[in-house]
């Protein structure tokens, strides 16, 4: 099963050294961890859970919810944020969406 933190940091276009940088570890050990060569420490699994909004188990791939019902919750207030933003740029032309 291929790791679900490369899933999640590739789904975001990043690389393995600035997902690294912004969770203070070496990139390393983020590569040993999607690898899983060696264990995750608890406080940097608490850490990419934050990062991507996912919940610990899902990390771990004991669960396939994403998120807990609190933080789909502010993920839905985002979206509800910003939702009519989305509508009117869809309906732009391609010169106004530059």
Do not use: C, H, P
């Amino acid at each position: 099963m291929e790791s679900r933190i490369k899933q999640l940091r590739e789904k975001r276009g990043l690389i393995q050294e600035i997902l690294a940088a912004e969770l203070g570890i070496t990139q390393q050990m983020l590569s040993k961890y999607e690898r899983d060569v060696t264990l995750i420490k608890v406080d940097i699994l608490k850490k990419i859970a934050t990062y991507f909004n996912v919940t610990t188990d899902y990390l771990l791939g004991v669960s396939d919810v994403k998120r807990d019902l609190q933080r789909q919750m502010k993920m839905n207030e985002t979206l509800d944020e910003y939702y009519d933003l989305i509508e009117i740029y869809k309906d732009l032309d391609s010169y106004d969406k530059e």
